[in-house]
């Protein structure tokens, strides 16, 4: 049996959150007096049961999110306002999207660099951005961009379903700044000059290991936390609907 202080460094998620689908029958638990308890087995069972089959892609590659895009589902001022305090607190880029990559808020906190090359780079980050979503990977790992710098992302998902992802970058590798060679390669598949990305190398954020470790922790927490505002919303809406039907003569 496992303590509900257990269950929430499993599942990353906050304690409230857990007692709260414990009441709800939505995570298996038995209650012993005033404490709730998790059978390990059944928890196992139910975290296989919220993760697609490894390896399975989440719908073919190129194919739209199916029903209301994220941005439609979403409080975007509201989550505008969430993203830009992580991004300043954790000293990352930050940016929420779809599952095809596509943005659905303002990058918050964006590195220098970044910032010099958007309009060329967009195009190759969104693509990037779709290939990470795709990858039903449950743990975030960093990745390098089309600008060399470290990315990594967390799923946002209601249910089973996996809905956009939460995407944190701008984080220089430990063999930051690149040689000459890599700078023109960069520039090269950017299609820009290498002076334009040499002006702009010490515009980067730089987190030691420790730091780099703690973003990877938190990436998924707050993709959690915008998976839980994205079913609590979803299902409010539901019950308004249903309220407006019942008074429609």
Avoid at 88 to 100: P, S, Y
Wanted: glycine share 6%; proline share 6%.
């Amino acid at each position: 049996m496992l303590t509900a202080k257990e269950v929430q460094e499993l599942l990353q998620v906050d304690r409230s959150t857990i007692y709260r689908m414990a009441e709800t029958g939505r995570l298996p638990a038995i209650k012993v007096g005033r404490q709730w308890r998790f059978p390990a087995g059944q928890i196992d069972q139910w975290l296989a049961s919220q993760a697609p089959a490894a390896g399975q892609p989440v719908r073919p590659v190129g194919e739209p999110t199916a029903g209301p895009v994220l941005a439609a589902q979403l409080p975007l001022a509201c989550l505008q306002l969430m993203q830009d305090t992580f991004a300043e607190a954790l000293g990352v880029m930050i940016v929420v999207t779809d599952m095809a990559g596509n943005p659905v808020t303002q990058v918050s906190n964006p590195c220098g660099l970044f910032a010099a090359v958007r309009d060329q780079a967009l195009q190759k980050c969104i693509e990037q951005w779709r290939q990470m979503a795709a990858v039903i990977d449950l743990e975030p790992k960093f990745t390098l961009s089309h600008i060399g710098l470290l990315c990594a992302r967390g799923l946002i998902r209601v249910g089973t379903e996996l809905k956009g992802a939460v995407v944190v970058g701008g984080i220089a590798p430990h063999d930051w700044p690149p040689s000459v060679k890599t700078v023109a390669a960069l520039a090269a598949g950017l299609e820009v000059q290498p002076a334009l990305l040499a002006d702009y190398l010490n515009e980067v954020y730089h987190l030691d290991e420790s730091r780099q470790t703690h973003v990877l922790l938190l990436v998924q927490r707050i993709a959690n936390i915008i998976s839980h505002i994205l079913q609590e919303r979803t299902s409010l809406l539901g019950r308004l609907e249903a309220i407006a039907s019942l008074t429609v003569v």
